[in-house]
């Protein structure tokens, strides 16, 4: 039996509704996105700067050879002090560069398409900068720059961020071209443009969306944010779930931090869980990954235990040590990372100090089909009652 439409309501007022939607969606889609690319604007535009009066303050004492470390090493102590992640060394060595990359007077390959990126930036006064006029010539997000910098030959550089900004392309498609060695295929190319044509065209793992674009760590760094994520709603209850296990399993685990985030090299990685346990005097890594468990998976904790060792450890603390958590529906894996470790008494007293891995394996077994079946719950009791004809 046919429902009739409820009185008042028509098909047009459906249609109509729908649209408004869509449109409302585009529209605020459009905007945050636009929020996003404002702030990258005065990021770089902030970055340039910096860069500008640490080399001018490096000239002022260029008669004394290691001022310019120093004083950066100085900066960087006194600004992360101040304003928190965004300000290590690394981070001012690498706006120092950007600023000798895009000295005072601006040549960039984008000139062609914003003519008064040409023009001589006017040195602005320790007392006002206007960024806005800063940030008009250099169009592209700062993550852009980041990876530009990172190409040696300078042709191949000015080639990709001419094509980055006529193409529109988003970090991960700059990237991809140049992991596929696109400027070197196209000067080998007998019809370069039929290859910057295609060039120019996205492919899905390219696109970056909205809300990747606000959450971009560069960006979180510059405002001071918090940057704590998670792949799916499932992902994040079984973080939160594990962090609350671990420390009801006595006073030894100490939390310090969830979807903790790290950058090696130009990369950008996170680690679910971070703890110390008191009594060993250690940091542990927690590392959930979906799947079965991996030569890779091993590799890639090495990796963060490795960045643990030198960024997070403190004087008089033991190496950190590696938990890798593998779930899959039919079973769950849960491995230490210990070849660190100087000896195996060493590692002996580790594990007999931590929780074993098929407790914590069945323990997160069990959270998955509670937290699986609480969701399929839920699902079916929103789902509309069909009713009988």
Known sequence: MKRSAPVGTTSTAVSGYAGIHSAIVDLLESARRASARAVNALLTATYWEIGRRIVEAEQGGKRRADYGERLIER??????KRFGRGFGRRNLFQVRAFYLAYPGTVQTASAQFLPERGKKLQTPSAEFTDLSAIARRFPLPWSHYVYLLSIEKPEARKFYEEEALRGDWSVRQLDRQVGSLFYERTLLSRNKAAMLRK?????????ITPEEEIKDPYVLEFLGLKDEYSESDLEAALIRHLEGFLLELGGDFVFIGRQRRLRV???????DLLFFHRRLRC??????KHGKF????????????????EHW???????????????????????????????????AEYRTRLPGETILAEELTRTRR???????????KTAPKQRKS
């Open 283 to 288: 940091l542990i890594v927690i590392d959930l």
């Open 370 to 380: 509670l937290l699986e079946a609480r969701r399929v719950g839920m699902v079916a």
């Open 199 to 207: 060039g120019k065209i996205a492919l899905a793992v390219d696109t």
């Open 75 to 80: 900066l960087a102590a006194d600004l992360t």
């Open 265 to 271: 090299g130009d990369q950008w990685f996170r680690v």
């Open 294 to 309: 991996t030569h890779a998976d091993a590799g890639q904790m090495h990796l963060y235990l490795n960045y643990a060792r």
């Open 313 to 347: 450890m403190r004087a008089g603390e033991n190496l950190p040590v590696g938990i890798i958590l593998c779930t899959r529906r039919d079973a769950t894996v849960a491995r230490y990372a210990l070849e660190g470790l100087p000896n195996k008494v060493v590692a």
